[in-house]
């Protein structure tokens, strides 16, 4: 059986490389997700297992949430511990990019016995949602019920998955590791200007919902910077997850208020669905890499395949033997194939049946390669029709190693900017507007382009296909814990921060990068300014790349471990001034 699904994806790769559709989706059909490994990605690196710092590492978004983190560790916490601290005081302090009432998704790496799993607190949709509430009189894409209000939002994965991590993985209890989360909520602190700037482009939608008035807008206007801002109705909901766990949240008081607050404004929750929400342990995605073992997202995220895919490409590629501009063409023609092929198959694991096996297969990836001209762009109206998404880049991830070794990566999110900027009253809790990553209405775009396929489709209890992409990389002597947000360009933000650390890079090298990417649809390279030089842009273009340069992106945090030095570093991206990466 082995032998034919090998040889079946290897027949995938050189059938999609003659751009022969119909084979792809016949080699596709009967491989399920939970065949969804390949023994290929499954040889062995030096373990970690033996070796331990002695000191930790945090890098996050905001300065209070890595001292958040830190705090914790200080009191005898573990990363686990530090990451529920990080995760939460964000929630207080980055609202427009993370918080509770959204969800995350997480790669752990437990020291003691060397286990890595990964944590899928995804939101879910509600068992009452209906595509057709999502569509105008006329049959067209109503876009602010999908993405402002309560029917925007999906049931909240956040604090369950922290509940979760605290349990399993913990040393301490919840009321310690949420402790300098409540503290910031209820004493105040100054909102950088992200935030500031969040509140001021969302402030027509936020003065719809009066609980979001009030927490945003007091006295009618965006807070301004310097002034303290407080949240004692998120901090109240804090203390009832620290001193109840789940039931603090998704039961009694917490969830009879969201409950109240969502069906007041026209959302379709029920208690049941809050009741009835599960944070899931996953088996991670694993694919090595010259010589490193990368472990990262699986579905619901079309991050780890679509990495996996670019790296099992570039494997038959030297890299280091190319000039930039060859380098950057493989690099964008592994992108773009991967990104066709996670856009056209992926979706909730519980849900749908997707071909791992053969995205995974390092026979499909020799098919794909063998596609790849030396000099000379493909076409992606020459490839299979798959449709794509814009990005969006309102997430938060955060990294940590602690002084025993132990590793985690969390991606956190409420997608759009503030979320659907609808709180719901008495609970301080922003919500989130992820139904939106859903194909809501068939062959209609959402707010970042995506057309999305039935594998996508919007069902009760069901989460939303995401890109984020938490990663940890081992090799021999060195790790790191990396991720960003950005929407689909997470996938190749991560991406290209592995590549630059396996290529030797530090920390603050890599959170520093210019970054490119490319999505298979539409069919450009953004480029940051200045990241290709003129012989380079040049020579690019000749092949039959349109570079097209865009505002930054991405917000990268990373924390690597030279084993050897026995050194770690910590770096927060340098485009944005309100991130602090530190070792303690």
Known sequence: MKVSLRWGALSCGLFFAGVVMAAGIACAADVSAKDSTPSETKTSVPSVASQRPGHAAIASANFLAT???????????????????????????????????????????????????????????????????????????????????????????????????????????????????????????????????????????????????????????????????????????????????????????????????????????????????????????????????????????????????????????????????????YIVEAMRRAFRDHNDYLGDPDFVSMPLEMLLSPFYADGLRQSILPDKATPSSMLPVAEASQPGMHTTHFSIIDADGNMVGITSTVNYVLGSTFVAAGTGVLLNDEMDDFA???????????????????????????????????????????????????ITQVLEGILHFIDGETAKQIVADKRYHHQYLPDEVMVEAGTFDQPTSDALTAMGYALKQHESWGYMNVVTWDRKANRLDAASDPRHPSGLGKVQ
């Open 440 to 490: 809501l209405v068939p062959n209609k775009p959402n707010v970042y382009g995506l057309l999305g396929s039935k594998a996508n489709a919007p069902k009760g209890g069901k989460r939303p296909l995401s890109s984020m992409s938490p990663s940890i990389v081992i090799g021999a002597d060195r790790t790191a814990v990396i991720g960003s947000p950005g929407g689909s360009t997470i």
């Open 67 to 329: 001292n958040a983190g830190l705090e914790i560790l200080a009191k005898g916490g573990n990363a686990f511990d530090a990451a529920i601290a990080v995760a939460a005081a964000l929630s207080v302090v980055e609202p427009e990019s993370s918080g509770i009432g959204g969800g995350f998704m997480a790669v752990l790496h437990r020291a003691k016995d060397n286990h890595d799993i990964f944590i899928d607190a995804r939101e879910t949709a509600p068992a009452a949602v209906d595509s057709k509430d999502y569509l105008n009189a006329d049959g067209s894409p109503n876009r602010d019920a999908a993405l402002k209000g309560p029917l925007s939002a999906g049931i909240p994965g956040e604090p369950a998955g922290l509940v979760l991590i605290a349990k399993r993985y913990g040393k301490l209890s919840l009321q310690q590791s949420l402790a300098p989360a409540i503290r910031i909520a209820r004493d105040g602190f100054q909102p950088d200007p992200r935030l500031l700037g969040a509140i001021d482009e969302q402030q027509k939608d936020l003065q719809r919902w009066p609980a979001s008035a009030a927490k945003y807008l007091p006295n009618g206007a965006p807070p301004v910077q310097g002034a303290l801002w407080r949240d004692p109705d998120q901090a109240r909901t804090l203390e009832l997850i620290a001193a109840k766990g789940n039931d603090g949240f998704y039961h009694g008081e917490t969830a009879a208020k969201l409950i109240a607050a969502v069906k007041a404004a026209g959302g379709n929750w029920t208690l049941a669905d809050l009741a009835s929400y599960q944070a899931k342990e996953r088996t991670p995605i694993t694919v090595n890499y010259r010589g490193y073992r990368i472990v990262t997202a699986p579905p619901p995220s079309s991050g780890g395949v679509a990495i996996a895919e670019i790296l099992n490409i570039l494997s038959g590629v030297d890299l280091g033997k190319l000039d930039q501009a060859h380098r950057v063409h």
